[in-house]
C-alpha cells in the first residue's frame, strides 16, 4: 500500500517586475523570502512538500494571471531575511533558535505558452469556486484543488 499523500496544488503570486517567472526561469531554483503572514508562512511550514506543482502568478500588473508553472523544491527552513536587520524583512521577534518566519525553494518548470489571466479565470465556470477568485482572498499563496489546477493548465499550454 503507497502511503505517500498526493501532491497539494498551489498557486504563488509574484509581481512580475519583483519577481517573474523570466526571473525563475533564469534562475532555475529560489528562495520564497519575505512572505510575512501567517497562513501563507503555515502553508509553506506545514502543508507543501517537495515537489508540489505551484501555478505561478504574476499581480499587481497590468495583465494579473498565471504565466508558469513551478514546484516545491525544498523542506521549510527559516527565512534568512527575517534575522537581516537592513532588510525589509527584518523580523525583531526572531531569534535563530526561534524563528518566525519560514520558507520553500521553489524551482522553474515551463513558462505558460499564453498567460491565463485573470479576467479568463473569472469567467470560466469551472474556477467559480476557487480561492483566487473569493472575497478577501488576498494571500500571496493559495491552495488549489486538483480539478482547478488541471483546468488552468488547459488553457496556458503548460
Known amino acids: 500500500m503507497n502511503t505517500k499523500p498526493s501532491p497539494r496544488h498551489w498557486l504563488m503570486k509574484s509581481e512580475p517586475t ?14 520564497w523570502t ?41 523542506f521549510p527552513y527559516p527565512d534568512p531575511t527575517q534575522f537581516d536587520t537592513k532588510s525589509n524583512y527584518f523580523e525583531p521577534r526572531a531569534t535563530k533558535e526561534k524563528p518566525v518566519w519560514y520558507l520553500v525553494d521553489i524551482a522553474y518548470v515551463k513558462t505558460c505558452k499564453k498567460p491565463y489571466t485573470l479576467a479568463e479565470i473569472r469567467e470560466n465556470t469551472k474556477l467559480r469556486s476557487m480561492k483566487l477568485l473569493q472575497p478577501g482572498s488576498r494571500l500571496s499563496i493559495l491552495p488549489v484543488e486538483k480539478e482547478h489546477f488541471e483546468e488552468i493548465l488547459k488553457h496556458c499550454g503548460v
Open 34 to 74: 519575505g512572505i510575512r503572514n501567517f497562513q501563507a508562512r503555515n502553508y509553506m511550514q506545514k502543508e507543501m512538500r517537495v515537489g508540489d506543482p505551484i501555478l505561478f502568478y504574476h499581480s499587481s500588473c497590468p495583465v494579473p494571471g498565471v504565466y508558469g508553472l513551478a514546484k516545491v523544491a525544498s
Open 18 to 31: 519583483t519577481y517573474g517567472i523570466e526571473h525563475l526561469k533564469a534562475d532555475k531554483k529560489t528562495a
